[in-house]
């Protein structure tokens, strides 16, 4: 006998994970199971993890994810960041520009206290490489926007840009040695029995998407 699996899933997501990196998940989850309601807010990385802790939410996502005391917090996926410019920069016609010489350039960020922020900071620091940023934004929306305009050079995530790479108003610098991985986590309670929609949407973003157009529901659980 197969069981529906019915319910409301509520995620919390920094913007940049909710706008770019969840909606083909979600698309692909309801699609397998329509009988589920998911629901989507948007916060800062730290209120991510206050959401999940107090219980006003099921699943949070962020990136560079760090340990909390009482949340299961593990990397679900990984992303690059790329030095991302105007279609006319000068530097695009210099071939892959090496990462010590971008300081002669305006280079614009995200604010400090931003997770991504703080982790490119660590990488660059490991390399030897310390950035002064002209300007600061406290989200990845507005700093693709003044890339955009041609206000500086920015590292910004390849799943942000992928549409404004696509249609020409973007472009990637690339840039001589490894790639700048920013990691992406899930965070949920680890003491917390949860419902069987939101076991199977963990287990979801765990395997390839394409796999839920085809895998039967037993047992209530999937």
Same mark, same amino acid.
């Given at each position: ?27 692909? =989850?309801?699609?397998? =199971? ?15 993890? *206050? #959401? ?21 917090? *593990? !990397? =679900? ?50 390399? &030897? ?6 300007? *600061? =934004?406290?989200?990845?929306? !507005? ?15 390849? #799943? ?7 249609? &020409? ?7 001589? &040695? ?36 085809? *895998? ?7």
């Amino acid at each position: 006998m197969r069981n529906i699996i019915s319910g409301t899933i509520r995620l919390v997501a920094v913007p940049s994970l909710g706008l770019h990196e969840l909606p083909p998940y979600i698309k692909e =989850f309801l699609r397998a =199971f329509p009988q589920v309601k998911i629901q989507v807010d948007y916060r800062r990385s730290n209120e991510v993890y *206050e #959401s999940i802790a107090a219980g006003e939410a099921d699943v949070g996502f962020v990136a560079f994810p760090s340990p909390r005391k009482g949340l299961k917090v *593990e !990397t =679900f996926k990984k992303d690059t960041l790329h030095v991302i410019c105007a279609p006319g920069h000068p530097l695009l016609k210099k071939g892959p520009v090496r990462l010590p010489d971008l300081p002669q350039h305006k280079i614009i960020s995200l604010a400090p206290e931003m997770p991504t922020r703080q982790g490119l900071d660590k990488i660059l620091a490991a390399r &030897g490489l310390r950035f002064s940023p002209m300007m *600061e =934004f406290d989200n990845v929306e !507005t700093l693709k926007q003044a890339v955009e305009i041609n206000a500086g050079i920015a590292f910004l995530p390849q #799943s942000a840009v992928a549409s404004e790479l696509a249609k &020409g108003s973007l472009a990637i610098l690339p840039h001589q &040695g490894p790639e700048i991985i920013r990691p992406l986590g899930i965070v949920s309670r680890s003491s917390r029995m949860i419902s069987p929609a939101v076991k199977r949407f963990l287990k979801a973003l765990k395997v390839p998407r394409d796999s839920l157009k085809t *895998e039967e529901v037993r047992d209530g659980t999937a």
